[in-house]
């Protein structure tokens, strides 16, 4: 399977805490720098959060302070995590995991809906 697949998400009050997963094919992403984007209603997708191969980390700044991105590279998947905390209604989106750059044509699996709540 070419595209991640995500899973994780779903509804949260304001301020709650969710953790989102990724598998992606070792085969493809082991060596590869992976990040999570959203596409809220109405808005461009954006990229959150991005982890490179050895662990280096980058945020944006909306999310600075509050999500954590992680990944492990054991075995024939690479799993890649997005720990959310203190999460605010402008949260919402679809969350997607891939590539960091995007290649020309990605291949997107079909993201995981997270609600927040006021």
């Known amino acids: 399977q070419v595209q991640p697949v995500e899973s994780g998400g779903g509804l949260v009050e304001a301020g709650g805490s969710l953790r989102l997963s990724c598998a992606a094919s070792?085969?493809?992403?082991?060596?590869?720098?992976m990040g999570w984007y959203r596409q809220g209603p109405g808005t461009q997708r954006e990229l959150v959060a991005s982890?490179?191969?050895?662990?280096?980390?980058?945020?944006a700044d909306s999310v600075k302070g509050r999500f954590t991105i992680s990944r492990d590279n054991a075995g024939n998947t690479v799993t890649v995590y997005l720990q959310m905390n203190s999460l605010k209604p402008d949260d919402t989106a679809v969350y997607y995991c891939?590539?960091?750059?995007?290649?020309?044509?990605?291949?997107w699996g079909q993201g995981t809906q997270v609600t927040v709540s006021s």
């Open positions: 891939n590539q960091v750059p995007l290649p020309r044509a990605p291949y």
């Open positions: 070792a085969s493809i992403y082991r060596f590869r720098k």
């Open positions: 982890v490179m191969s050895g662990g280096s980390t980058n945020y």
